[in-house]
């Protein structure tokens, strides 16, 4: 859970698993943010890699180019 309270406005960023829920009391901020993810989103979809976002950073791997080779161990 990521918490963001800045100026009286608040941003709540719940993470589980492949489940994300995102809330606040500034509908504005809000589209603003999850327009800025959602097009992070599609950037890292072209590049086949993967990616977790969070408010202030974004956590980028290539997780996926491992696990084939790891599952024939």
Request: overall charge positive.
């Amino acid at each position: 859970m990521f918490v963001r309270r800045r100026h009286g406005r608040c941003l709540i960023l719940l993470l589980y698993v492949d489940d994300n829920i995102l809330t606040g009391n500034d509908s504005s901020l809000l589209f603003d943010l999850i327009k800025v993810l959602l097009s992070l989103s599609a950037c890292a979809k072209e590049l086949g890699n993967q990616f977790v976002s969070f408010i202030r950073c974004i956590t980028f791997s290539a997780w996926r180019y491992l696990a084939p080779p790891l599952d024939f161990a």
